[in-house]
């Protein structure tokens, strides 16, 4: 127990001591320089050399401390093996450690260390790996410190530079095409924003506050008119507190990459994250239990309301904002992570859409009291809605489930089973507002409405739409929700029943593309795609399978498809760091990572779909093309680009 407290809180220090300082390394910590020797065809010997200051002492590799080596080295590659154990060189002294309650060996003044490596498959011109060691004086000592380091390897093959300088995305051939992304505008997600507050609105945490607080204003203010200004501005400070939750969004987003947006919505990690807090949602939805901030910032907040004047209406705003949050959170956290990937902006206009639903009320019930005898009463209707919120939010969990299935390509949430959940989520609903499922507390049976015997009718039809989904049949299309579930070619079935076959484009063989297409005399569509995006399945689904589309891009075109989240590691010789266009370095390691750089680098955009097209020599044909829904349009862009390759192959 002793060792292990001891092992923490010189981990803890080794991490503080920078900031507690000001240091940007502790004094005593060593700077390495690394070098190679090649020994043998594939082999190299490694070596690290240092020297330490006076009084400090480096624990030597062979050794173990805290049940764990003192030093060893780590790569991120597993083409990279070592065939030596990391030792020492020179002189070392074993002593009895108090400190360690155990016999230890250190160096100390100029060090060297080395070991032997060797590379599988074809040798690259350098590598990367990371240094752990372990150092100390006295009674200090810091394990597993890390030293990153990079050496080159003699006779290695040079890294292809992923920059396409011929690529002039300024100066295309035909001025067709898109000047920017053509995402959800922000006015749409502004709206949907809008949608999501107004189903917030109708749960029992926020819906009593309406006639409550509007009531407080108008009663408690000297003449009605100051109630009403009141009113407004308890509902504008409600709009306002949720934007300002996205505020720092936009500060990170200038210190980040600007893949970072993107990669929430194909990160696998994320989406599990994602799938497993929508399950939490979902759950507390159905009554298990309630997700809320600390009791302690209500009662903050809510003793600043007394304030009086615009600073107690201000902290009234945010008290309902805090209360109200085992509703609001899910649905607004449901609207953000929908819209994250699109960047600070989009998440800014969202959040405006769903505070103004919010507090509007205050403000028009204040401006007419009347309309509040037409409110229908608090009532069992609300315990409705957020049972029915619930099973959408596990519909929810499924999609981003089956995002990281797809990324990975593990093939356990084919198409057919994540419909199939789907129709069980869809069936659970229908038989909860026909008064035949209890959930909870929620009686069974009760009054019916025409508004209940509506959505008993909307997700009962929706849930008998989505039936064929399941099958192998031409009816398993599902246009209605194009893009949502995995794609036809993701199936349990080896292929499907379709009115012709589906075009399958190369996957990921740039080269070979422009190979193909300079010996058929064509040009070249790049696919800029992802397994996690949702509008690439749509342009696929919907729009590639149109008759004319689909003629062009199998005799017109050499196709290729580009994946941004593909997670398939690249050979060690094509592992590399590369510098951004905003002068900031990056780590190549998998075939997205190479593809999504290379997409920033030469077309300015992290967001897919988009679309290119190209000469067998890389000159660009037209402006790239984003998400276009409309087959047509999507027609007049490639025909554009056919138009150029004819009019430059004549020059």
């Not at 939750?245 to 990160?267: D, M, Q, R, W």
Request: net charge neutral; with cysteine; glycine share 8%.
């Amino acid at each position: 127990m002793l060792l292990r407290q001891i092992l923490l809180c010189s981990l803890l220090l080794n991490f503080l001591s920078p900031f507690a300082f000001g240091q940007t390394e502790i004094d005593g910590n060593p700077v390495w320089k690394s070098r190679t020797e090649k020994v043998g065809s594939q082999q190299y010997r490694l070596v690290f050399t240092t020297t330490l200051n006076k009084g400090w002492s480096l624990y030597t590799p062979q050794q173990l401390l805290f049940d764990q080596p003192a030093a060893q080295i780590q790569f991120g590659d597993s083409a990279i093996q070592l065939v030596e154990p990391l030792k020492q060189e020179g002189k070392s002294q074993r002593v009895n450690s108090e400190l360690l309650s155990q016999e230890v060996e250190w160096q100390e003044g100029s060090i060297t260390w080395s070991t032997v490596i060797e590379i599988r498959g074809v040798v690259p011109a350098s590598i990367q790996g990371t240094l752990l060691y372990t150092y100390g004086r006295d009674q200090e000592i810091y394990p597993a410190t890390p030293s990153v380091f990079v050496v080159s390897l003699e006779g290695g093959q040079a890294q292809e530079n992923i920059r396409r300088s011929s690529i002039q995305l300024a100066s295309p051939i035909a001025p067709c095409g898109d000047q920017g992304t053509t995402q959800k505008s922000l006015w749409s997600i502004f709206l949907l924003g809008v949608l999501g507050g107004l189903i917030a609105l109708l749960t029992p945490c926020v819906f009593p506050m309406v006639p409550v607080t509007v009531t407080f204003f108008t009663k408690k203010s000297n003449d009605r008119k100051q109630g009403i200004i009141n009113a407004i501005l308890y509902g504008a400070f409600i709009v306002l507190i949720y934007v300002l939750l996205t505020v720092p969004f936009h500060v990170a987003g200038k210190a980040i990459s600007p893949e970072i947006f993107n990669n929430i919505s194909t990160n696998v990690w994320l989406n599990l994250l994602f799938f497993a807090v929508f399950v939490v949602f979902a759950l507390s939805f159905f009554g298990l239990f309630e997700i809320g901030l600390p009791a302690g910032l209500a009662n903050r907040m809510d003793a600043k309301a007394g304030l009086g004047n615009i600073g107690g209406i201000f902290f009234m705003a945010s008290t309902l904002a805090i209360v109200s949050f085992s509703c609001t959170g899910p649905i607004l956290g449901t609207l953000l992570v929908g819209v994250a990937e699109q960047g600070a902006w989009p998440l800014t206009a969202g959040a405006a859409g769903f505070g103004l639903a919010l507090g509007l009320p205050f403000g028009l019930f204040a401006l007419f009291p009347n309309w509040l005898q037409s409110l229908p009463r608090s009532g069992g209707w609300m315990t409705d809605v957020k049972i029915v919120l619930g099973f959408v939010e596990l519909g929810l969990a499924v999609k981003f489930l089956s995002n990281a299935d797809l990324v990975e390509q593990w093939g356990f949430l084919k198409r057919e089973i994540f419909i199939g959940s789907w129709v069980v989520i869809g069936l659970f609903i229908t038989l909860y507002l026909a008064g035949l499922l209890r959930i909870g507390q929620q009686r069974v049976g009760g009054a019916r409405s025409v508004i209940r015997y509506f959505f008993l009718l909307v997700f009962a039809s929706f849930t008998l739409y989505l039936i064929p989904g399941v099958t192998k049949t031409k009816y398993a299309e599902l246009e209605l929700i194009s893009g949502f579930p995995p794609p036809m070619t993701y199936s349990l079935y080896k292929s499907q029943d379709k009115s012709h076959s589906v075009f399958k484009p190369l996957h990921n063989e740039y080269q070979k593309a422009l190979e193909l297409a300079a010996a058929a005399d064509k040009p070249v569509l790049i696919d800029f795609t992802g397994w996690a995006c949702v509008n690439c399945r749509r342009m696929e689904e919907k729009v590639w399978t149109d008759p004319r589309v689909d003629s062009l891009l199998r005799n017109a075109f050499v196709v290729v498809s580009l994946y941004v989240d593909e997670r398939v590691k690249l050979p060690l010789a094509e592992q590399q760091i590369i510098t951004m266009p905003d002068g900031s370095t990056k780590q190549i390691e998998t075939v997205g990572d190479k593809w999504a750089s290379f997409q920033i680098q030469n077309f300015g955009a992290t967001s897919q779909p988009q679309y290119a097209m190209l000469t067998p020599d890389e000159r660009l044909l037209s402006l790239p093309k984003f998400y276009t829904p409309a087959p047509t349009a999507f027609l007049e862009w490639l025909q554009c680009g056919l138009t150029a390759y004819e009019t430059q192959k004549r020059k």
